[in-house]
């Protein structure tokens, strides 16, 4: 599936650059962005982990950190007897750069591949342990991460001037992932990289022409087909 997404995509992306080549109308852009960081890659992640270390000779009670903790249903209220782990998370961001070409389909409708090179950071705690750790455990991800999408967009405006939009795509991203978990009995560092094809939603808001600065809002929902459904907001600049 990720094969058969990445060839989808490329070969869109592909197309704006040779629609623009050719001279059609392709409109070209860069953006600066600030949004929350992307979970889709941790489970991988943090199961690579606990295997390296209990592989090369770590304790085994590192198995009892789930990978998929992000998934699991909270647990039931206080003396329900729910086992399943809580977490907390403290920090959640990703910035990068993004370049993306613009073709009009027809009327508000724009085609829009993009490509872009990201930075995120994300750090959770496990106040109450896991399995027979039944101390506080802390897990930090920082992530360097490739994407490319492609997008059908519909364009109009609010009250006639401030530029709102919605977006229907895909994309694939490839995410190279360092992993740190650390409790008063374990001390784990990793790295792995994973690639996941995902589709989306984007809605998105930005400042009217007359403000001078292109600032936008951005709320995308996306579906992995490993991990399942995640959503982000996103602050970005255009350039």
Not at 44 to 58: C, K, P
Not at 59 to 76: G, H, K, V, Y
Not at 85 to 107: F, K, N, P
Request: net charge positive.
């Amino acid at each position: 599936m990720v094969s058969g997404a990445s060839f989808l995509v490329g070969v869109c992306f592909a197309f704006c650059v040779f629609a623009s080549s050719a001279g059609a109308q392709v409109a070209w852009r860069t953006e600066m962005f600030l949004r929350s960081d992307e979970q889709a890659h941790v489970p991988a992640a943090l199961e690579a982990a606990i295997l390296s270390f209990v592989g090369n000779g770590g304790s085994s009670q590192a198995e009892d950190i789930p990978s998929d903790f992000l998934t699991q249903p909270r647990p039931a209220a206080a003396g329900g007897g729910s086992s399943r782990v809580t977490y907390e998370q403290s920090r959640s961001r990703r910035v990068g750069g993004r370049l993306v070409g613009a073709a009009r389909i027809s009327g508000p409708l724009y085609f829009e591949g993009s490509a872009m090179m990201a930075y995120g950071q994300s750090n959770y705690r496990l106040p109450n342990g896991a399995g027979v750790l039944v101390q506080g455990i802390d897990i930090r991800f920082r992530t360097l991460s490739a994407e490319l999408g492609a997008t059908v967009v519909y364009r109009d405006s609010l009250f006639g001037s401030v530029p709102v939009s919605v977006g229907l795509g895909g994309g694939v991203l490839h995410a190279y992932t360092r992993t740190r978990v650390d409790s008063p009995v374990l001390r784990i560092r990793e790295v792995n990289s994973d690639t996941l094809a995902f589709t989306s939603l984007r809605f998105g808001i930005r400042t009217p022409p007359r403000f001078g600065t292109d600032l936008g809002a951005v709320l995308e929902l996306r579906n992995y087909a490993t991990f399942g459904p995640s959503a982000a907001l996103e602050v970005n600049l255009r350039f």
